[in-house]
């Protein structure tokens, strides 16, 4: 890649960890597969993943991904088929992911807990012909299967990677003694283990990739309501775990030769995908799956069983570990990196952490465009708490006021950014795609400005998003679904603060039907969206503010609120 930034012109390359490069260089025709490979090669006998109690090695990662592979490929699955992933931090995720790499298909990263309206947009709009899913949730699929063009079904269990008699007492305890796996009736599904087992009568086809083609495919709500796939190529990802490894410099990479990094976010979301899965697959570290961090008393526990280097985690993962008894409990003391993303870190958070682990959490940004990360603050260096940091190498960031001039320093206006992470443009949408594209430069939608260090601040949001616990939340798609019940004329959506998870979804509802209650309309929510996407305060009205075309003035409804706080 050509070298775009000017020294003088960019303030913050003054502000570069030693030894940090401005520019890396990208091999157009190198693939998601081509680091696997030379992972596998050079790490066999390292532990890639570690996931309660048990481990995978990536030699044995080597020998699942192949058979897996070779498996998708018996099935007539052709290059760039699309496969959806439906699974939490097991260790069938990474055989999965990197199977699909190997057989040439596109990856879709698909929440665990999305509800079957959602599940079905999703699989729809991306075409996917295969899915892997957690057998928990295989009920959802069996709803609206019929409505998508998937033909294959992989169904496993929590335990299913892990040796007798675990995998045995895990998946007997998830199904019979905690009831997590609700009765379903696909008879086309084949087990993950059968898949395994079929994959080893076959040979993997070697398949030629190139730099372009697409590697993954992340729904995002982008600067709209319209969930939207954002088509990754293989270049936007491994650019992604390069910078990060330079990032993290040669010194002090806590990932390189062996190192642990603790994955409590989950993998289908891209912040863990690329800083924890890739960035380790590239050093040849270990990532620590934590299937579920919500229950953070299991969380902890598990902690206390390893010495690890690094963490990624958003605000309320780290201020629940804090405000939890059994904290004190865990070694900290081999802690080198604390990244936060995906919603805004307090000042109080960050500074108890520095207290306790004597690490400062470097916060960065990015979306799921930009694969994720455009910008971070050094872990090495001057690292500003309340900021995002600087860019990455070989990306650019600036602030552009509305009438498409840059902002002076100091000055608001939205963050753009390019480089060889942002993305190829959104699945099979060119009309939203050319909404948030200036050439090579992508548009956010979050308003920021830059300080004299060339470090940025997020201080605004151009777009109506909702950020509940580090995940977007479209106020469109919350209004789609109460809109939809019979009782309910009008309805509007915004966010309000919210102590453990930022923000929340507040919804203004005006009636049709006199009779509909608060706890119904919380129902039909619970059937129709994300938990994390459900209202959590409903408040009933006569009528909804309006601009003189008819359009539901949601500004005004957040003035209001604020007031109500002021």
């Known amino acids: 890649m050509e070298a775009k930034v000017e020294t003088l012109k960019y303030p913050w390359l003054k502000n570069y960890p030693a030894g940090v490069p401005?520019?890396?260089?990208?091999?157009?025709?190198?693939?998601?597969?081509?680091?696997?490979?030379?992972?596998?090669?050079?790490?066999?006998?390292?532990?890639?993943?570690?996931?309660?109690?048990?481990?995978?090695?990536?030699?044995?990662?080597d020998t699942?991904?192949?058979?897996?592979?070779?498996?998708?490929?018996?099935?007539?699955?052709?290059?760039?088929?699309?496969?959806?992933?439906?699974l939490p931090n097991v260790l069938q995720y990474p055989v999965a992911m990197y199977g699909a790499f190997r057989a040439g298909?596109?990856?879709?990263?698909?929440?665990?807990?999305?509800?079957?309206?959602?599940?079905?947009?999703?699989?729809?709009?991306?075409?996917?012909?295969?899915?892997?899913?957690?057998?928990?949730?295989?009920?959802?699929?069996?709803?609206?299967?019929?409505?998508?063009?998937?033909?294959?079904?992989?169904?496993?269990?929590?335990?299913?990677?892990?040796?007798?008699?675990?995998?045995?007492?895990?998946?007997?305890?998830?199904k019979t003694i905690k009831k997590l796996v609700p009765d379903y009736h696909i008879p086309e599904a084949v087990s993950f283990n059968d898949a395994l087992a079929a994959g080893k009568k076959h040979s993997l086809k070697p398949v030629s990739l190139k730099g372009s083609d697409v590697a993954f495919i992340q729904y995002t709500g982008g600067t709209t309501g319209v969930s939207k796939g954002a088509a990754l190529s293989h270049t936007n990802v491994l650019a992604n775990a390069e910078m990060i490894h330079y990032w993290l410099g040669s010194q002090y990479n806590p990932v390189k030769d062996g190192g642990m990094i603790v994955t409590a976010l989950p993998l289908y979301h891209i912040y863990s995908l690329t800083c924890n899965a890739n960035a380790a697959l590239r050093n040849g570290g270990t990532n620590l799956l934590i299937p579920n961090p919500r229950d953070m008393k299991g969380f902890l526990k598990e902690l206390t069983k390893y010495k690890f280097g690094a963490i990624t985690g958003v605000n309320t993962l780290y201020n629940g570990m804090l405000n939890h008894a059994d904290f004190s409990k865990v070694d900290w003391s081999n802690l080198r990196v604390t990244s936060a993303g995906g919603m805004a870190l307090q000042t109080s958070v960050a500074e108890r952490w520095k207290q306790t682990t004597g690490v400062t959490p470097a916060e960065g940004y990015g979306l799921s465009e930009t694969s994720p990360v455009l910008c971070s603050n050094p872990v090495q260096g001057l690292n500003k708490v309340g900021t995002i940091g600087i860019p990455y190498p070989s990306t650019e960031m600036k602030i552009v006021k509305e009438d498409g001039t840059d902002a002076p320093m100091g000055e608001r206006g939205e963050i753009w950014a390019r480089g060889p992470q942002v993305m190829v443009g959104y699945w099979n949408?060119?009309?939203?795609t050319s909404k948030v594209m200036e050439g090579e430069w992508f548009k956010t939608g979050d308003i920021g400005i830059m300080d004299e260090d060339g470090y940025f601040r997020i201080v605004d949001r151009k777009?109506?998003?909702?950020?509940?616990?580090?995940?977007?939340?479209?106020?469109?798609?919350?209004?789609?679904?109460?809109?939809?019940?019979?009782?309910?004329?009008?309805?509007?959506?915004?966010?309000?603060?919210?102590?453990?998870?930022?923000?929340?979804?507040?919804?203004?509802?005006?009636?049709?039907d006199p009779s509909l209650t608060?706890?119904?309309?919380?129902a039909y929510c619970r059937e129709n969206l994300t938990a994390y996407k459900c209202p959590k305060k409903i408040e009933f009205r006569d009528d909804l503010p309006k601009s003189n075309v008819g359009k539901i003035l949601r500004r005004m409804l957040r003035d209001a609120e604020a007031n109500k706080t002021a």
Do not use: W
């Open 463 to 512: 777009k109506d998003m909702i950020l509940v616990s580090g995940f977007n939340v479209y106020p469109n798609e919350v209004e789609d679904v109460v809109a939809s019940h019979p009782k309910v004329l009008e309805v509007a959506a915004i966010g309000v603060p919210d102590a453990k998870t930022t923000e929340a979804v507040k919804i203004f509802v005006v009636k049709r």
């Open 518 to 522: 608060a706890d119904e309309l919380q």
């Open 64 to 86: 699942l991904t192949r058979q897996f592979a070779a498996y998708l490929q018996s099935l007539g699955l052709q290059k760039g088929d699309r496969i959806a992933i439906q």
């Open 105 to 174: 298909l596109i990856v879709v990263n698909t929440n665990p807990l999305y509800t079957p309206r959602e599940m079905e947009h999703q699989f729809k709009d991306s075409g996917a012909k295969a899915i892997v899913i957690l057998a928990n949730f295989a009920h959802h699929l069996e709803k609206i299967l019929s409505h998508t063009d998937i033909k294959h079904v992989v169904t496993t269990q929590m335990g299913d990677l892990h040796g007798f008699p675990k995998k045995q007492i895990i998946n007997f305890v998830v």
């Open 429 to 432: 949408r060119p009309d939203e």
């Open 22 to 61: 401005h520019e890396i260089s990208i091999d157009p025709n190198r693939s998601m597969v081509d680091l696997m490979e030379e992972a596998f090669r050079s790490y066999a006998d390292r532990a890639a993943y570690i996931c309660m109690g048990q481990t995978v090695t990536f030699g044995q990662l």
